[in-house]
């Protein structure tokens, strides 16, 4: 029997909405805020589906859906983290159900996993802002971090807590010219590390510290509003996540979850993405007016190396920052 989390239902019938209905559960690392927007706009679509889910970052969401899955009850129908390499460990063991006949239209196909079984839904980089009130001169490179000046006013979300910042860290320990000695430096220097991204956000846009590594739409976001942070895509190139979304083997409401999985991939559902500030996986649909016109470089990792090295990234991260 599943517990009750968060729900929401909206009563309205959009044309063309398909019949699918009944409880839907998802756990998930999208910020609260942006989930119950999210909600309530694939609602209006499908407003027969009764959506409820769990929110926590990456890790905390993990924790409590491994201990489910050693109780014998599973709750969520849908998994939506930032995360590829937990849904690689995941497929790899059959937790997910594949869905072969999404809807992934205009996409990338080296996006998606090739059998199906996830999803990628948005693109989020992860380059560093700064606090426009108390640096005149920002850095443009993750070299220039390393800076003792810098190092020491810097914080960062912790691959402990969030799915990004397991990319971020693994991706740049596996990356020439990086490697374990960058984090080291920027530990030796002073540079501190939080939990997830939105407490990164606040300690720059409140000037506890003038520099932070953070995924981008947050203070893109923050600095539309008037908050006094600006972002920096760093010459050296960006990483990235997708925020994946997958059903789970053990889904009750397949059908459901099948229609959100095609929401998120959709012409509409992308376009939502970019309203909430995301760069869309989309072809013909426009980057948000956030994003300055630059060229994104990603710098990328295979995630299968990635899940291969997850506890021993996490363990060295803490014995340099703390967990």
């Known amino acids: 029997m599943r517990t009750p ?14 019949a699918q209905s009944g409880p839907l559960v998802i756990y998930t690392s999208t910020p609260t805020d942006q989930m119950d927007e999210l909600v309530a706009r694939f609602n209006e679509s499908y407003p027969d589906i009764e959506v409820e889910y769990f929110r926590s970052g990456t890790t905390e969401v993990m924790n409590r859906l491994e201990a489910e899955f050693t109780a014998g009850d599973p709750q969520p129908d849908v998994l939506l983290i930032a995360d590829t390499v937990v ?14 006949d999404a809807d992934t239209t205009g996409t990338d196909a080296a ?17 560093f802002a700064y606090n426009t009130d108390l640096v005149d001169d920002p850095a443009s490179s993750w070299a ?10 810097l914080t960062m979300a912790s691959p402990l807590y969030s799915g990004a910042a397991m990319i971020h860290v693994g991706t740049i ?28 956000l606040s300690a720059v846009a409140n000037g506890e510290v003038d520099y932070g590594i953070i995924i981008d739409f947050m203070p893109l976001n923050a600095a539309a509003d008037g908050s006094p942070v600006a972002f920096v895509f760093p010459d050296e190139g ?80 803490a014995d340099l920052f703390g967990g």
């Open 5 to 18: 989390i968060l729900s929401f239902a909206f009563a309205a019938l959009a044309s063309g909405a398909i």
């Open 238 to 317: 960006v990483t990235a996540v997708t925020e994946p979304v997958a059903i789970l083997s053990s889904a009750e409401n397949v059908e459901a979850a099948q229609a959100f999985v095609n929401w998120q991939l959709s012409e509409e559902g992308q376009r939502f993405h970019v309203e909430q500030g995301y760069l869309p996986l989309r072809d013909g649909i426009d980057r948000p007016a956030s994003f300055p016109d630059v060229e994104i470089d990603i710098m990328q990792v295979d995630p299968a190396t990635l899940l291969e090295q997850s506890d021993e990234i996490k363990r060295r991260f």
């Open 144 to 153: 220039e971090l390393t800076d003792p000046a810098i190092a020491g006013r």
């Open 111 to 127: 996006l998606h996993d090739d059998e199906g079984h996830y999803f990628s839904t948005k693109l989020i980089t992860t380059g």
């Open 87 to 100: 849904m690689e460990g995941l497929k790899a063991e059959d937790r997910l159900l594949a869905f072969p």
């Open 173 to 200: 320990a596996e990356t020439e010219g990086f490697g374990w000695d960058y984090f080291e430096t920027l530990a030796e220097h002073g540079a501190i590390a939080g939990r997830g991204n939105g407490g990164v």
